[in-house]
Protein backbone atom coordinates (compact mmCIF):
# COMPACT_ATOMS: atom_id res chain seq x y z
CA UNK A 1 0.00 0.00 0.00
CA UNK A 2 1.47 3.26 -0.86
CA UNK A 3 0.13 6.81 -0.41
CA UNK A 4 -1.03 9.23 -3.38
CA UNK A 5 1.48 12.24 -3.35
CA UNK A 6 1.20 15.64 -5.30
CA UNK A 7 4.66 15.93 -6.99
CA UNK A 8 5.96 19.22 -7.77
CA UNK A 9 8.36 19.36 -10.32
CA UNK A 10 10.52 22.41 -10.46
CA UNK A 11 12.61 21.11 -13.08
CA UNK A 12 12.65 18.27 -15.64
CA UNK A 13 16.13 17.07 -16.94
CA UNK A 14 17.71 13.74 -17.11
CA UNK A 15 19.94 11.34 -14.52
CA UNK A 16 19.58 12.05 -11.16
CA UNK A 17 16.60 13.04 -9.63
CA UNK A 18 16.75 15.64 -6.49
CA UNK A 19 13.72 15.18 -4.18
CA UNK A 20 13.33 17.78 -1.76
CA UNK A 21 11.41 16.55 1.33
CA UNK A 22 9.54 19.45 3.61
CA UNK A 23 8.81 20.13 7.26
CA UNK A 24 6.20 20.13 9.47
CA UNK A 25 3.43 21.72 9.69
CA UNK A 26 3.95 23.47 5.68
CA UNK A 27 3.85 22.06 2.38
CA UNK A 28 6.55 21.80 -0.59
CA UNK A 29 6.21 25.75 -0.67
CA UNK A 30 9.28 25.94 1.67
CA UNK A 31 11.58 24.86 -1.11
CA UNK A 32 10.22 27.19 -3.82
CA UNK A 33 13.13 29.88 -3.29
CA UNK A 34 15.77 27.16 -2.17
CA UNK A 35 14.70 25.23 -5.76
CA UNK A 36 15.40 28.21 -7.63
CA UNK A 37 18.69 28.59 -6.06
CA UNK A 38 19.60 24.94 -7.07
CA UNK A 39 19.11 25.28 -10.17
CA UNK A 40 20.71 28.73 -10.45
CA UNK A 41 23.82 27.19 -8.48
CA UNK A 42 23.93 23.87 -10.77
CA UNK A 43 23.85 25.92 -14.11
CA UNK A 44 26.49 27.44 -13.01
CA UNK A 45 28.88 24.53 -11.55
CA UNK A 46 27.97 23.42 -15.12
CA UNK A 47 26.49 20.17 -13.82
CA UNK A 48 23.86 18.28 -16.18
CA UNK A 49 19.90 19.19 -15.95
CA UNK A 50 18.91 17.10 -13.46
CA UNK A 51 15.42 16.77 -12.00
CA UNK A 52 13.87 18.85 -8.73
CA UNK A 53 10.77 17.46 -7.17
CA UNK A 54 9.02 18.72 -4.23
CA UNK A 55 5.68 16.16 -3.21
CA UNK A 56 3.73 16.87 -0.43
CA UNK A 57 3.76 14.60 2.31
CA UNK A 58 0.03 13.04 3.00
CA UNK A 59 -2.59 15.79 4.22
CA UNK A 60 -0.48 18.64 2.81
CA UNK A 61 -0.48 20.53 0.50
CA UNK A 62 -2.69 19.12 -2.35
CA UNK A 63 -2.21 15.32 -0.77
CA UNK A 64 -4.90 13.67 0.39
CA UNK A 65 -5.38 12.57 4.02
CA UNK A 66 -4.72 8.72 4.24
CA UNK A 67 -7.74 7.32 5.52
CA UNK A 68 -7.62 5.05 9.13
CA UNK A 69 -7.46 1.91 7.36
CA UNK A 70 -4.77 3.26 4.81
CA UNK A 71 -1.97 4.39 7.72
CA UNK A 72 -1.54 0.27 8.95
CA UNK A 73 -1.60 -0.11 12.41
CA UNK A 74 -2.22 2.35 15.37
CA UNK A 75 -0.90 2.49 19.03
CA UNK A 76 -3.23 2.30 21.91
CA UNK A 77 -1.96 6.25 22.53
CA UNK A 78 -3.56 6.76 19.02
CA UNK A 79 0.36 6.75 17.37
CA UNK A 80 0.53 5.57 13.38
CA UNK A 81 3.49 3.25 13.93
CA UNK A 82 3.42 1.92 10.41
CA UNK A 83 3.03 5.25 8.59
CA UNK A 84 6.57 6.37 8.01
CA UNK A 85 7.47 3.16 6.43
CA UNK A 86 4.11 3.38 3.58
CA UNK A 87 5.29 7.11 3.64
CA UNK A 88 8.76 6.38 2.88
CA UNK A 89 7.36 3.33 0.36
CA UNK A 90 5.11 6.20 -1.28
CA UNK A 91 8.47 8.42 -2.31
CA UNK A 92 10.31 5.71 -4.03
CA UNK A 93 6.65 5.10 -5.63
CA UNK A 94 6.76 7.87 -7.08
CA UNK A 95 10.24 7.56 -7.66
CA UNK A 96 10.02 4.08 -9.43
CA UNK A 97 6.84 5.07 -11.24
CA UNK A 98 8.90 8.06 -12.86
CA UNK A 99 10.78 5.91 -14.60
CA UNK A 100 14.29 6.25 -12.02
CA UNK A 101 15.99 3.91 -9.61
CA UNK A 102 18.06 6.31 -7.55
CA UNK A 103 17.51 9.81 -6.32
CA UNK A 104 19.19 12.53 -4.26
CA UNK A 105 17.34 12.34 -1.08
CA UNK A 106 17.21 15.93 1.42
CA UNK A 107 14.78 16.25 4.17
CA UNK A 108 14.32 19.23 6.23
CA UNK A 109 12.94 18.08 9.67
CA UNK A 110 10.23 16.07 9.58
CA UNK A 111 11.39 15.48 5.71
CA UNK A 112 14.55 13.80 7.29
CA UNK A 113 12.68 11.11 9.16
CA UNK A 114 11.19 10.42 5.87
CA UNK A 115 14.82 10.51 3.81
CA UNK A 116 16.24 8.14 6.98
CA UNK A 117 13.18 6.09 6.67
CA UNK A 118 13.98 5.96 2.68
CA UNK A 119 17.71 4.89 3.63
CA UNK A 120 16.92 1.97 6.20
CA UNK A 121 14.14 0.43 3.58
CA UNK A 122 15.37 1.57 0.08
CA UNK A 123 19.00 1.80 0.42
CA UNK A 124 19.49 0.95 -3.76
CA UNK A 125 17.70 4.02 -4.53
CA UNK A 126 19.90 5.93 -2.72
CA UNK A 127 22.44 8.24 -4.68
CA UNK A 128 23.25 11.38 -2.34
CA UNK A 129 21.99 12.66 1.30
CA UNK A 130 20.67 15.93 2.14
CA UNK A 131 20.47 16.09 5.92
CA UNK A 132 18.80 19.80 6.86
CA UNK A 133 17.73 20.71 10.59
CA UNK A 134 16.40 17.16 11.04
CA UNK A 135 16.97 13.94 13.95
CA UNK A 136 17.33 10.89 13.42
CA UNK A 137 16.35 9.29 16.57
CA UNK A 138 12.87 8.31 17.05
CA UNK A 139 10.20 10.62 19.59
CA UNK A 140 10.52 10.13 23.57
CA UNK A 141 7.61 9.86 25.63
CA UNK A 142 7.21 13.57 26.18
CA UNK A 143 7.37 14.62 22.52
CA UNK A 144 5.25 11.89 21.46
CA UNK A 145 2.52 12.67 24.07
CA UNK A 146 3.06 16.56 23.20
CA UNK A 147 2.49 15.47 19.18
CA UNK A 148 -0.88 13.47 20.07
CA UNK A 149 -1.93 16.18 22.00
CA UNK A 150 -1.83 18.78 19.07
CA UNK A 151 -3.11 15.94 16.47
CA UNK A 152 -6.33 15.82 18.89
CA UNK A 153 -6.60 19.29 18.95
CA UNK A 154 -6.24 19.48 15.49
CA UNK A 155 -9.06 17.11 14.87
CA UNK A 156 -11.46 19.53 16.35
CA UNK A 157 -10.88 21.58 13.09
CA UNK A 158 -8.43 23.95 13.62
CA UNK A 159 -4.51 24.08 12.63
CA UNK A 160 -4.55 26.71 15.53
CA UNK A 161 -2.55 24.36 17.41
CA UNK A 162 0.25 24.92 14.73
CA UNK A 163 0.26 28.53 14.61
CA UNK A 164 3.08 28.45 17.27
CA UNK A 165 5.60 27.72 13.77
CA UNK A 166 4.82 31.09 12.56
CA UNK A 167 5.07 33.24 15.57
CA UNK A 168 8.49 34.63 16.68
CA UNK A 169 9.80 33.35 19.72
CA UNK A 170 13.53 35.20 21.52
CA UNK A 171 16.52 34.24 19.87
CA UNK A 172 14.57 33.57 16.04
CA UNK A 173 16.65 34.40 13.38
CA UNK A 174 16.03 38.18 12.11
CA UNK A 175 13.92 36.30 8.94
CA UNK A 176 11.80 34.44 10.81
CA UNK A 177 11.30 37.49 13.38
CA UNK A 178 10.36 39.46 9.73
CA UNK A 179 6.96 40.25 9.14
CA UNK A 180 7.13 38.98 5.30
CA UNK A 181 8.13 35.46 7.05
CA UNK A 182 5.85 35.97 10.08
CA UNK A 183 2.88 36.59 7.65
CA UNK A 184 3.78 33.73 4.74
CA UNK A 185 4.49 31.00 7.46
CA UNK A 186 0.96 31.97 8.50
CA UNK A 187 -0.63 31.73 5.31
CA UNK A 188 0.83 28.56 4.45
CA UNK A 189 -0.30 27.02 7.82
CA UNK A 190 -4.06 28.55 7.63
CA UNK A 191 -4.05 26.16 3.88
CA UNK A 192 -2.91 23.17 5.73
CA UNK A 193 -5.94 20.60 6.47
CA UNK A 194 -6.71 20.06 10.38
CA UNK A 195 -7.07 16.58 9.57
CA UNK A 196 -3.24 16.38 7.92
CA UNK A 197 -1.75 18.39 10.26
CA UNK A 198 -3.41 15.77 13.06
CA UNK A 199 -2.18 12.89 10.56
CA UNK A 200 1.32 13.89 10.62
CA UNK A 201 2.02 14.64 13.79
CA UNK A 202 0.67 11.20 14.48
CA UNK A 203 2.92 9.43 12.21
CA UNK A 204 5.73 11.70 13.44
CA UNK A 205 4.65 10.20 17.21
CA UNK A 206 4.86 6.67 16.24
CA UNK A 207 8.27 7.02 14.28
CA UNK A 208 11.14 4.47 15.30
CA UNK A 209 14.30 5.02 16.34
CA UNK A 210 16.47 5.77 12.95
CA UNK A 211 19.83 6.52 14.72
CA UNK A 212 21.51 3.15 13.50
CA UNK A 213 21.20 4.70 9.81
CA UNK A 214 23.77 6.98 10.45
CA UNK A 215 26.74 4.84 9.85
CA UNK A 216 25.57 3.05 7.24
CA UNK A 217 25.21 5.76 4.98
CA UNK A 218 27.74 5.37 1.91
CA UNK A 219 26.67 8.20 -0.44
CA UNK A 220 27.69 11.85 -0.68
CA UNK A 221 25.98 13.67 2.29
CA UNK A 222 25.46 17.14 3.09
CA UNK A 223 24.82 18.09 6.46
CA UNK A 224 23.17 21.42 7.39
CA UNK A 225 21.91 23.20 10.62
CA UNK A 226 20.87 26.97 11.11
CA UNK A 227 23.16 28.60 14.19
CA UNK A 228 19.61 29.24 16.27
CA UNK A 229 17.83 26.21 15.78
CA UNK A 230 16.21 25.18 18.95
CA UNK A 231 15.33 21.69 18.04
CA UNK A 232 18.08 20.60 16.06
CA UNK A 233 21.15 22.73 17.10
CA UNK A 234 24.38 22.85 15.59
CA UNK A 235 25.79 20.38 18.12
CA UNK A 236 23.60 17.86 17.29
CA UNK A 237 23.97 18.14 13.82
CA UNK A 238 27.87 17.67 14.14
CA UNK A 239 27.15 14.81 16.17
CA UNK A 240 24.80 13.32 13.38
CA UNK A 241 27.59 13.69 10.76
CA UNK A 242 30.39 12.38 12.89
CA UNK A 243 28.66 9.39 13.47
CA UNK A 244 28.43 8.90 9.22
CA UNK A 245 31.54 6.63 9.59
CA UNK A 246 30.75 5.32 6.02
CA UNK A 247 31.04 8.35 4.40
CA UNK A 248 32.77 11.75 4.19
CA UNK A 249 29.21 14.44 5.23
CA UNK A 250 30.25 17.92 4.56
CA UNK A 251 28.53 19.79 7.53
CA UNK A 252 27.46 23.64 6.87
CA UNK A 253 26.39 25.91 9.55
CA UNK A 254 24.22 28.55 8.48
CA UNK A 255 24.74 32.00 11.25
CA UNK A 256 21.85 34.13 11.76
CA UNK A 257 19.41 31.12 10.84
CA UNK A 258 16.40 29.04 12.30
CA UNK A 259 14.76 25.64 12.14
CA UNK A 260 13.28 26.58 8.90
CA UNK A 261 17.05 27.14 6.95
CA UNK A 262 15.57 26.91 3.63
CA UNK A 263 12.80 29.12 3.72
CA UNK A 264 15.10 31.69 5.91
CA UNK A 265 18.89 31.20 3.84
CA UNK A 266 17.82 29.37 0.86
CA UNK A 267 21.00 30.36 -1.36
CA UNK A 268 23.17 28.94 1.54
CA UNK A 269 21.09 26.02 2.05
CA UNK A 270 21.09 25.68 -1.90
CA UNK A 271 25.17 25.40 -1.96
CA UNK A 272 25.96 22.47 0.06
CA UNK A 273 22.63 20.56 -1.68
CA UNK A 274 24.20 21.30 -5.29
CA UNK A 275 27.98 20.43 -3.73
CA UNK A 276 26.09 17.03 -3.12
CA UNK A 277 24.84 16.11 -6.77
CA UNK A 278 28.48 17.53 -7.74
CA UNK A 279 29.74 14.88 -5.97
CA UNK A 280 26.94 12.20 -7.13
CA UNK A 281 27.93 13.29 -10.65
CA UNK A 282 31.40 12.61 -10.52
CA UNK A 283 31.10 9.42 -8.71
Not at 7 to 26: C, D, K, Q, S, W
Not at 242 to 256: H, L, N, P, V, Y
Request: aromatic share 6%; hydrophobic share 40%; charged share 20%.
Amino acid sequence: MTFVLHNTVYREGEGVPMVLIHAFPVDHRMWDQCAGEIIAQSDQDGLPTFPIWAPDMPGAGQSPVPTHSESGTVAPDGALTQALDLLADSYVDLLHRAGYDKAVWVGLSMGGYVMFDIHRRHPETVAGLGVCDTQAAGENEQGRRRRLAVAEACDKGSVEPVMRFATPRPGDSTVKRSTACVSLFTQWIEQQSPEGVAWRQRMAAGRADLSGQLPLISVPTAVVSGSLDPSSPPESMKAMARAMTGTTASFTQIEDCGHFSAVEHPRQVARPLVDVMGRVVRR
